[in-house]
């Protein structure tokens, strides 16, 4: 992995979150609010999309060496509030991302997850992993988002590719 390729994967996973949440904005409170079922990681389309820009505030706070605090759906009163504070964390994701050197990507994180184990891994893995995270928590955005009626738009990594060389708009 290079830094080229963290950053755009960084910049593909920021897309494809505007994306959903362009799609999220269109909706009323209450569908974003509603409950959708146990089948999903978080039975809400807001508490899901939480969720992931959570992990981008926990894995930057992580790699920075700092205790990440992580806020949840509930900690926002409506969708506005909640894709302002993810826009944020984006920008911060992108402001690390260009702080990095390729050493760095070796560097070994140390870490605890919620129930307090310590782990340690190389820094280029946890990222691939965050921007899977999305990835995973995307579909289960998209399949939310066709349930509440809204269809939900293509985010694959080839459509990003093809959309930022002009081939599709």
């Given amino acids: 992995m290079t830094l080229d390729d963290v950053r755009t994967l960084f910049d593909y996973d920021r897309w494809a979150n505007q994306k959903l949440r362009d799609a999220a904005a269109k909706l009323s409170p209450d569908a974003i609010d509603r409950e959708l079922g146990s089948q999903f990681s978080f039975p809400t389309l807001k508490g899901t999309m939480a969720h992931i820009m959570g ?10 060496g700092e205790t990440p605090s992580v806020p949840a759906a509930k900690d926002f009163p409506d969708f506005s509030a909640l894709r302002e504070r ?24 140390h870490y605890k997850n ?14 691939r992993h965050l921007v899977n995270h999305g990835t995973h928590h995307r579909s289960e955005v ?5 349930m509440l009626g809204a269809p939900p ?14 081939q599709i708009s």
């Fill in 55 to 64: 992990g981008q505030i926990v894995w930057v706070a992580r790699w920075r």
């Fill in 114 to 127: 919620p129930q307090g184990q310590a782990f340690a891994l190389p820094l280029a893995p946890l990222i």
């Fill in 86 to 109: 993810w826009e944020r964390a984006e920008t911060d994701l992108a402001a690390f991302a260009a702080e990095l050197s390729e050493a760095d990507l070796s560097r070994t994180i």
């Fill in 153 to 166: 738009p293509p985010t694959d990594l080839t459509v990003y590719h093809l959309v930022r060389t002009g």
């Fill in 142 to 146: 998209a399949t939310m988002l066709t």
